[in-house]
């Protein structure tokens, strides 16, 4: 999605700030916001589920975001992914393509 395109706020210090997704989409009704990374890490999960919490927060939307990688197996482990408060989904991009076909 095109920066021009992406919702804005001004947040408490009267700044603009962007939500920044990747892709956006409609599943059964409702919006959804898609994040798509190669390896999942921990802080790239807290800035996506940041960017979630404002754009259902400040914005008032109801819609689903959701971090898709590549593998959440690196190097044989499999990775421990907690949710964080704005982020309903991370998963894999084959579970992600069952779910939108």
Do not use: W
């Not at 404002?54 to 109801?62: C, G, R």
């Not at 044989?76 to 076909?101: A, R």
Request: charged fraction near 30%; proline fraction near 1%; charge should be positive.
């Amino acid at each position: 999605m095109k920066k021009k395109d992406k919702p804005k706020f001004t947040n408490t210090h009267g700044l603009e700030q962007l939500i920044d997704f990747d892709f956006s989409t409609e599943i059964n009704g409702t919006k959804v916001y898609i994040d798509v990374t190669t390896t999942y890490r921990s802080d790239r999960q807290k800035q996506k589920a940041y960017n979630a919490l404002m754009m259902k927060t400040k914005l008032n939307m109801d819609c689903k975001f959701y971090m898709v990688i590549k593998s959440l197996t690196e190097n044989g482990k499999q990775k421990t992914v907690n949710l964080l408060e704005g982020m309903d989904e991370v998963m894999e991009i084959n579970e992600f393509i069952n779910m939108i076909n």
